[in-house]
């Protein structure tokens, strides 16, 4: 089964939200958070498994630009100055698809080290 493309990337500063639409018809609603602290850069998922390093303290970073890479990604822009990781479609995809474990993993982590209150 091929992943499937988007059809449509809307930002949406007002609500910091990144909307994506796909090919398959699944269309994602992803908070700039979520996007920021799951960034698929070196500096988040570290360089090889168990070197994933928590990112706190995002709740209200920004997206200044999404820039295409290819046919294949897109480059998301941080207002914080981060702007290292290439979101690959069924990179995306599976951010839209798991958004509830992914984000219930995260908050778990941030209580586990004691950050975030939420």
């Not at 920021?36 to 360089?47: L, T, Y």
């Not at 839209?96 to 992914?102: A, N, T, V």
Request: proline fraction near 5%; charged fraction near 30%; hydrophobic fraction near 30%.
């Amino acid at each position: 089964m091929s992943e499937p493309v988007p059809t449509e990337i809307r930002l949406r500063r007002s609500s910091r939200l990144l909307e994506v639409s796909f090919s398959d018809g699944s269309r994602y609603e992803l908070p700039f958070e979520y996007l920021r602290v799951h960034s698929p850069s070196a500096e988040v998922k570290g360089h090889g498994p168990g070197q994933e390093v928590l990112v706190t303290g995002k709740e209200n970073v920004g997206i200044s630009a999404v820039e295409p890479v290819g046919q294949y990604a897109v480059k998301l822009v941080f207002d914080d100055g981060h702007d290292t990781g290439l979101y690959t479609w069924a990179y995306l995809a599976e951010l839209g698809r798991e958004r509830d474990q992914k984000w219930a993993r995260y908050l778990e982590r941030c209580a586990q080290a004691g950050e975030r209150g939420k």
